[in-house]
């Protein structure tokens, strides 16, 4: 940071895309997710050295146990609170469903991933993406319905006296087989395959996206990442809703140590993670 | 707006660009770190077992008597050039391993407790198979009358006796406790190995058990989690469809309620030997299994695609480094 950008601290616009109820609700899953994937995932992976490991360190299967069922109480009430803003959002705001702003899918999506498939072949321009990309409303449809099934199965498993005393005794197989696998397939998703690149890895937001932590992002990088929404923003007039004064140098810091941090753990967690998964191949 | 652009461009850039390359060093490091301590710990995994076979035993709280014919017997068959013998039905190897001995929870007995008749002086010799078989249930039996009792009533114990083909293979004491390193039971260690003690001959339930939650647990060190012997009996196995065993239709519940107490009916029709991608599983649970078994390979596969083309693109458009901000 040069001297010469603080002197216009009063110029400075930034782009708000997350309320605070959103970056909390984030913090939520974050939180609850890391844990959850390190006191399950062993049990999965039962033959890695590196499970062993992490069983020793939490104090034992039992305490691990333990430990999965309090981050799944924080996981179920990140649940409650989504669902809750849906439904507020839907029957009280009467927001808008279908709209360039919503996070629902249409067939805008589909065409703007025809478009990168093309950028990504350099037979075309890159789309001009909206608020939310295709990959940005899988990654949050994936982990609202994910969480239905995981969280459904995995209360079955925790309570499974009082489960079978109304469900025979395979629903206890079948909420194995289901959280066990959509375990690993959110793990995937969210570890590698989708989340953590589009936060960290895309061009975009490489080494990591501060957006989720402070809220905002600098007017010129989101004119240059939402294009489509810019646009709509200036032609409706309604720019002004979502541009605002940057916060002080002191709050943009702090932000930039959270990011910083949150960045390095999760990092760690992911290759723990991987690692074992990936062990048991090799030894 | 435009005028705001200026100071915006710098901000973008203080937030991008100028902490790329700081971040992706400490990410760098971090990885070091992670790949380093794992290679660390493998290499010390691998040494582990053979710090333990070289401790030798001290035989300094052995009982002076027993301990005079055991090391006269063990001054011969502690050698391991002392190699095999023929014997009708196939080869016996004469080696025991002293340590493995001393270290058994047998390891005060003389060698004359099992081998009775034998002593150190050039002994009998006995190469018989129907011998060793016979003597070895018998040997037990002296000592361990309660379970040679139970064992006899066993299916196990029935079929062994029975002299057919099934009986061949059908365990004695010695297939599941071994001859001259026999452990003590109860240790977190011993019921670990359970599964592995059936899985020799019951490898298919094995692999099962070990996915149910019990499996894992015991694997991980849950020591309360039930093995094998938990819900079939160690001594007193006998076949599901028998009346008696502690699994049929009367008897299921209790097993299931000496550590689910709040246990019902339903609760013991869980399936605990159930491979759930094998077309022999129920239909919903292989329906579920498939479905994810091809869900999984598909999500990943399309991920995995677009996120290498995506860095494709923006390494070859210079977007990591190059131009600052990917603009
Ligand atoms: C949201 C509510 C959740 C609840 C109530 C829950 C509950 C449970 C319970 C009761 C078990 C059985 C093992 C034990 O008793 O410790 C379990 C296992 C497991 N959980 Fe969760 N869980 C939840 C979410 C998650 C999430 C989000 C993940 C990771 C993405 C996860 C990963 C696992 C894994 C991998 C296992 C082991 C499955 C296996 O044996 O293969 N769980 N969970």
């Known amino acids: 940071m040069s001297a010469g950008t603080d002197a216009k601290e009063g110029m400075r616009l930034v782009y708000h895309r997350f309320s605070p109820f959103h970056r909390f609700n984030h913090y939520l899953v974050m939180i609850s997710f890391f844990g959850l994937v390190l006191t399950g995932l062993p049990l999965k992976f039962k033959t890695s050295y590196w499970s062993q490991v992490l069983m020793d360190a939490f104090g034992g299967v039992a305490a691990a146990g333990f430990a999965h069922r309090a981050f799944a109480v924080v996981n179920i009430l990140y649940f409650i609170l989504e669902g809750s803003y849906m439904a507020y959002f839907v029957l009280g705001r009467k927001g808008p469903i279908f709209s360039d702003d919503s996070i629902v899918p249409g067939l805008k999506d589909w065409q703007d991933m025809k478009g990168m498939f093309r950028w990504f072949f350099g037979k075309g321009p890159k789309p001009l993406l909206n608020r939310f990309t295709y990959w940005e409303k899988f990654d949050y449809w994936a982990l609202f319905a994910g969480t239905v099934l995981i969280g459904g199965s995995g209360l079955m498993m925790w309570f499974p006296e009082a489960t079978t005393r109304v469900l025979p005794g395979i629903t206890l197989n079948l909420a194995l087989v289901l959280h066990s696998n959509e375990a690993f397939l959110a793990t995937g998703v969210i570890f590698i395959f989708v989340h953590f690149f589009s936060a960290h890895g895309r061009p975009e937001s490489f080494p990591a996206d501060e957006v989720i932590f402070s809220g905002y992002l600098p007017v010129e990088h989101y004119i240059h990442e939402r294009p489509l929404e810019y646009e709509n923003r200036l032609k409706a007039g309604t720019l002004d809703q979502v541009v605002r004064p940057a916060p002080s140098k002191a709050k943009r810091r702090m932000f930039g140590w959270v990011t910083g941090i949150v960045t390095v753990f999760a990092f760690l967690v992911a290759s723990y993670t991987l690692l074992l998964i990936i062990w048991p191949l090799f030894f | ?327």
């Open chain 2, 1 to 327: 707006m435009g005028g705001d652009l200026n100071s915006a461009r710098q901000l973008a850039k203080e937030f991008t660009c100028s902490k790329r390359a700081a971040a992706a060093a400490v990410l760098a490091i971090v990885l070091a770190i992670v790949l380093a301590s794992a290679a660390l710990a493998a290499s010390t995994t691998t040494l582990l077992p053979a710090t333990t076979n070289t401790t030798a035993p001290s035989g300094s709280d052995q009982a002076a008597g027993s301990e005079d014919l055991t090391t006269r017997c063990l001054t011969c068959h502690s050698q391991e050039y002392l190699g095999t013998v023929q014997d009708d039905k196939g080869t016996q190897n004469l080696y025991i391993d002293s340590a493995a001995y001393h270290d058994s929870a047998h390891g005060l007995l003389p060698c004359n407790a099992c081998h009775t008749g034998f002593s150190h002086d050039p002994h009998k010799m006995v190469n018989n198979a129907e011998f060793f078989r016979q003597t070895a249930n018998e040997a037990c039996r002296n000592c361990h009358d309660d379970q040679f009792e139970m064992y006899k009533q066993s299916y196990h114990g029935t079929l062994s006796r029975g002299g057919t083909a099934a009986g061949e293979k059908a365990p004695i004491c010695i297939d599941c406790h071994g001859t001259h390193a026999i452990q003590k039971v109860g240790t977190l260690e011993y019921k670990q190995s359970i599964s592995d003690v059936c899985g020799k001959c019951h490898g298919g339930r094995e692999a099962t058990f070990l996915d149910t939650y019990h499996g894992k647990a015991i694997t991980l060190g849950r020591e309360s989690a039930a093995t094998c012997v938990d819900c079939h009996g160690a001594h007193s196995i006998l076949p599901v469809s028998n009346p008696q065993s502690t699994l049929s239709e009367a008897n299921i519940l209790p097993t299931c309620q000496k550590c689910h107490p709040d246990a019902s009916k339903g609760f013991s029709t869980f399936l605990v030997h159930v491979k759930p991608t094998s077309t022999k599983a129920p239909l919903i649970v292989f329906a579920v299994a498939v479905f994810y078994l091809l869900m999984i390979i598909a999500v990943f596969a399309f991920g995995g695609i677009h996120t290498l083309l995506y860095i494709y693109r923006g390494l070859k458009d210079g977007m990591y480094f190059g131009k600052g901000g990917g603009h």
